[in-house]
């Protein structure tokens, strides 16, 4: 069994910075890539972030050079730096995971932390 737990979320006014973290935990026996993805209300699940297990990153175009996901391969998690909040960030955000457990490669999802960016 694999869980993905994020935290970090919060409510911050514009212009501000938050850190979530995504923790892997289980039956792991490696991580190829790991992503960050936001849904807002009444919109369907975007990416934000992606970083690969050679640590290649891309990003959405609404936020690069605001925001930058890292990874601790050896705590299996994963960050996601947000710095110069806007509004329109305000969404929930989940982790996944690209990772084999046991012989099985399979996407593993968080079950999402909430942020809310107030103008």
């Known amino acids: 069994q694999v869980q993905l737990v994020e935290s970090g979320g919060g409510l911050v006014q514009a212009g501000r910075s938050l850190r979530l973290s995504c923790a892997a935990s289980?039956?792991?026996?490696?991580?190829?890539?790991l992503g960050w993805y936001r849904q807002a209300p009444g919109k369907q699940r975007e990416l934000v972030a992606h970083?690969?297990?050679?640590?290649?990153?891309n990003y959405a175009d609404s936020v690069k050079g605001r925001f930058t996901i890292s990874r601790d391969n050896a705590k299996n998690t994963v960050f996601l730096q947000m710095n110069s909040l806007k509004p329109e960030d305000t969404a929930v955000y989940y982790c996944?995971?690209?990772?084999?457990?046991?012989?099985?490669?399979?996407?593993?999802w968080g079950q999402g932390t909430q942020v809310t960016v107030s103008s």
């Open positions: 970083i690969t297990s050679g640590g290649t990153t």
């Open positions: 289980g039956n792991i026996f490696s991580i190829s890539a």
């Open positions: 996944n995971a690209l990772l084999y457990s046991s012989s099985t490669l399979k996407l593993y």
